[in-house]
């Protein structure tokens, strides 16, 4: 009976069997790291052209906001700080790219060097996140 199996039937079937039950142990002791590694691909973020147009940053925008801050900056040559905090307050109230984080990091560090250069003053980034926070309230503009 044994000779009529081939080595190569023997080692197709050992290899089919070595298989199998390594899938079983693999699935019983490591099944949370399975389904993890099988959802990755929905933990993953989306690349930028795969997002809807609504999802996507508004880079125009934010240049476009960049270039107002920076008028308005330079043009505040002997100004007081509050004047100048209340207009770019005005421009950054209108700009709804401050609830990206990462827009809202590049306009406040923009801000806080240009301030100190153009108008000979400095802004702190806390005193930034309060003006913006208080010109999002609700009857405060």
């Keep these: 009976m044994i000779s009529n199996i081939t080595w190569s039937q023997y080692f197709l079937a050992l ?3 070595m ?3 390594y899938t079983i142990i693999i699935l019983l002791y490591y099944r949370t790291r399975v389904s993890t590694l099988i959802r990755l691909e929905k933990l993953l973020p989306r690349r930028y052209d795969e997002l809807e147009q609504d999802e996507r940053p508004d880079y125009d925008g934010l240049a476009k906001t960049v270039a107002d801050l920076k008028s308005i900056l330079e043009s505040a ?3 007081e700080k509050g004047a100048v905090l209340s207009r770019l307050k005005q421009r950054l109230v209108t700009y709804s790219g401050l609830q990206l984080p990462a827009f809202r990091v590049a306009i406040f560090q923009f801000i806080i060097r ?3 250069s ?3 003053f ?3 980034e806390k005193e930034l996140d309060v003006l ?3 010109s999002s309230l609700p009857g405060t503009n």
């Design 15 to 17: 290899a089919f069997m």
């Design 19 to 21: 298989v199998t039950y």
């Design 77 to 79: 040559g002997g100004e």
């Design 114 to 116: 240009n301030a100190t």
């Design 118 to 120: 153009s108008c000979g």
């Design 122 to 124: 400095s802004v702190t």
């Design 132 to 134: 913006i926070q208080a």
